[in-house]
């Protein structure tokens, strides 16, 4: 047994040299395996200089147990302490690579492969690696050469002989030189199929483009031809098996492990098409049927094995279809969607470990330059290397990309693909999480060179390195365009007119020379308000890239800075709080309503901010009266009373359109999550509240410039309608009754005289032509119609309904609900409503089949001629006619019986019929889909167009803009015209059933 003297010395420096179990790890060095070289200084110098002390001497002990016999444990050792730069290498991999260690201590004799690397300038290519695999004979043979040359390549990268992209390239040329002796091995074993065909390998992905992982798949494309004289058919069944065999070869595990999947998905049709195809099915199936992304993938395919002749003819022909991608239409917007698809799939538990996939990660570095790359690469073919390194500094040499940012970007860039070749290669595993554990992390940190405090190094300079990606992700394609029209620091190389055009078009700007001026208008200059514009519009123009119209987006943005341009608050406000500068970016490139909105009285970009809530909603009904009401007293007359209360109803307006879109676009251009008949509830009531704030507003005007406080007669408006439904559309006329009664001591035709006069001049004052949104006051629903007074009595109202009403005026009460005036009055004339909308005895069958006739009248006489009933949402089959014709059936039929029934709101009575079991769950469930659908349509024509409208715009932008709102995006235009039909037509069969009787 050793001295405690000794002991206690040798546990000290192996705590000074990194180790951190020093007692397990003494022992190991006080064993025999290691009893030459136990006092010897270089030995423990060399384990404290790798990433994990412990590991390292771990493995050597097994190593060296491993060794055939005495005489060549000896020899290792004797090499290990004589030769440091072997020293290093060998201890460099044991500490970092446990799986590695597994490798050597199977072939203990591998050891010997690290002896020969160590001049920095000798970096193997294919060729060298081919010569190491040459020998493999069989499947298991051939993993056993791949690991031993993967250990040379390790062993170079954890001592610093090699970077990350030298590393990357070398372990794509492996990949290659595999994927070579892979497929000998599978023609010698069916030299029949050999003899038919050509066969081409075609690297993809990071093999393609030389930077490859420790562990990944490798991503490859089959291009088959027949030889001269074979059939074609045979020949491709022919080139398939040699690629089935080849891709078992490499991805099959054995009892040396497996060494990669081979991945052939990235190929026409992906795994549904035929593993290979000729090199003119290829080109016709790209021609036809390509989406963006597959050029995207194309961008770094590269022959590897086979047919080195046929694999270039293939990528000669694919690349001017590759350079011409960026000419599709929403080609940034699809990629852009792809790369976010991507984010949304990470599962939450995973999103802050995940070094690859998530915002700031390599993926993002990646997406942007193959971004720019595709864009400007059509007419500069310096762009056009598949490594994103490389594509990196020539952009950055060709001015796409400002200097600062690319070398920025470079530096990210390496030390996330560091991280990710060390976390490999500890275990040979495929995983992009950072570890969780200490130990793990710390031997992390310690491979990459920080060696104070690990663990805290790595967690700062991981989050610095990310945080400069997720920055400069936007800024890396939107800000050189500022670049070029700020005409700042004129010694930075800067993008040209003509490339700053380029990317604008790729972007979605079908004006790239007006958006140019913009730009410029918005960003030259010195002064403090275009420096925050360069900060802010690298973001905006990604946001407004992400509607349907950036073009709009960004001359809207640019009309509102020039009118607040002067206002303090203005930019601070799009700088400092979080949701205020995206609000603004989607309400302005939504449509006109919001923009023209806005415009009237710019100040209403305050309302995006975060608020004392911390979110975008409309207000509540009393406080938003209470403000109309102040307006109004303020007001000097009549008009200039109307006039405020029309502002404070377009300013809400704007609010209620702003929280409209922003749940609809939800965050970062995704549609929101939120339910979207919520929304539709949220927007209807709040237009409706408005419209009833702005009625009282008006009302109370009209009543003090001619009777002071108090008018001869109690007064009351009753909404009706979708008023009186709280589903105001935005450009929905206000359906309502007026009705009176005189005071006590008050003679009735005086009365009824005032009553009038304050209907007429309230319709007066709402109707004068006014630059905010008209508000039309619609009394046709009163008795008799057209032909009848405008305003009655209550007890006129109560003879003539117990007189002469018909069906139809006992059906439109359903919908009656006070929303003005004498609130006692209100009451009371509800009271005379419901015997005649909630029928004691219910419908005769007379009055149902009039509600039929009158509804097949009413479909037969309205629908616009030309327009396409299936697509109309009001009358169309399965509109927004056929869910509320059927509910009031039901309202009328029962309300008298069941109180759920008894309301005004489509959507509650829907829900109370169906609790009460007089429709099924499933019926409930598809018209209440159809009516949210129909009345969303509505509300995003609108907002699109700035002028209502019952049907699907006919203008292609106006109907992308609208599929936008709704939730599809570019080239979905089709999807969504089908599933309206498809909604539609579910619930006109509940309809024929429920309201028609089957």
Known sequence: MMAPGRRSSTFTRLLRHGFTDPSASERLLDGPELSPVRDDPFLLEALGATADPDLALLGLVRLLEAQPGPTARRELLDTLIAAKPLRDRLLGVLGASAALADHLARHPRDWEALVTYEPRDLHPGVEEFERGLAEAADPVLLRVAYRRCLLSIAARDVCGTTDVAEAAAELAD???????????????????????????????????????????????????????????????????????????????????????????????????????????????????WAKTWEFQALLKARPVAGDLELGAEYVAAVEPLVWKA?????????????????????????????????????????????????VHGRADGSLRSGTTLDALQALAAGGYVGRADATQLDAAYRFLRSM??????????????????????????????????????????????????????????????????????PGETRLSAKAARERLVALGYADPAAAMRHLEALASGVSRKAAIQRTLLPVLLGWFADSADPDAGLLNFRKVSDALGKTPWYLRLLRDEGAAAENLARVLSAGRLAPDLLMRAPEAVALLGDGESGRLEPRARGPLEQEILAAVRRAEGAVQAVTAARGVRRRELFRTAAVDIVGSYGTEGQPAEADQGALVDLVGGAVSDLTAATLAGTLHAVVREGWGDTLPTSFAVIGMGRFGGHELGYGSDADVLFVHEPRDGVDEREATDAANKVVSEMRRLLQIPSADPPLLIDADLRPEGKSGPLVRTLKSYEAYYRRWSLVWEAQALLRAEPVAGDEELGRRFIALADPLRYPASGLSEEAVR??????????????????????????????????????????????????????????????????????????????????????????????????????????????????????????????????YRRTARLARGVVDELFYGG
């Open 850 to 979: 009039e509600i039929r006739r009158l509804k097949a009248r009413m479909e037969s006489e309205r629908l616009p001629r030309g327009a396409d009933p299936k697509l109309h949402t009001k009358l169309g089959p399965g509109g927004l006619s056929d869910v509320e014709w059927t509910v009031q059936l039901l309202q009328m039929r029962h309300g008298a019986s069941t109180e759920g029934l008894r309301t005004t709101r489509t959507r509650e009575a829907l829900a109370a019929a169906r609790a009460a079991a007089l429709m099924t769950e499933e019926d409930a469930a598809t018209l209440d889909e159809a009516w949210v659908l129909a009345t969303r349509v509505r509300n995003a024509v609108m907002l699109v167009r700035g002028r209502a409208g019952d049907t699907f715009p006919s203008d292609p932008r106006e109907l992308v803009a609208v599929g936008r709102y709704l939730g599809y995006g570019p080239g979905r235009v089709g999807d969504m015209l089908d599933d």
């Open 326 to 374: 960026a000419e599709r239409e929403n080609f940034v917007v699809d990629v852009q969607r792809m790369r976010r698809r991507v984010v949304e799939n990470i599962p939450a538990a995973e999103i802050d470990r995940e070094l690859k996939l998530a915002p700031g990660g390599l993926r993002d570095v990646e997406f942007a330059v193959q971004l720019l790359q595709l």
């Open 420 to 489: 990710e070749h060390r976390i490999q290669l500890y275990r040979l595993r495929r995983t992009h999480l950072v570890p969780e554990s200490e130990a793990d992390l710390r031997r992390l940190g310690r491979s990459l060179g920080l060696r104070a405090d690990p663990v805290a190094e790595l967690g700062r300079e991981w989050k610095r390195h990310a945080a400069v990606v997720r920055r400069l992700h936007e800024k890396l394609f939107y800000r050189p365009l500022l670049d070029a029209v700020a005409q700042l620091a």
């Open 174 to 288: 492996l990949a290659t030189a595999t994927l070579r002796a892979a497929l000998r091995l599978a023609r010698a074993a069916a030299p029949g199929d050999a003899a038919l065909c050509r066969l081409a390998v075609v690297a993809m992905g990071k093999c393609g483009g030389h930077e490859l992982n420790y562990v990944s798949d490798v991503d490859v494309i089959f291009v088959g031809e027949a030889v001269d004289g074979a059939d074609e058919d045979k020949a491709l069944r022919a080139a398939a098996k040699l690629a089935s065999h080849m891709m078992r070869i490499c991805s099959e595990t054995t009892v040396e492990g497996s060494i990669w999947p081979v991945d052939a998905n990235l190929r026409p049709e992906g795994r549904n098409g035929p593993l290979v195809r000729s090199l003119s099915s290829h080109i016709a199936y790209y021609q036809r």
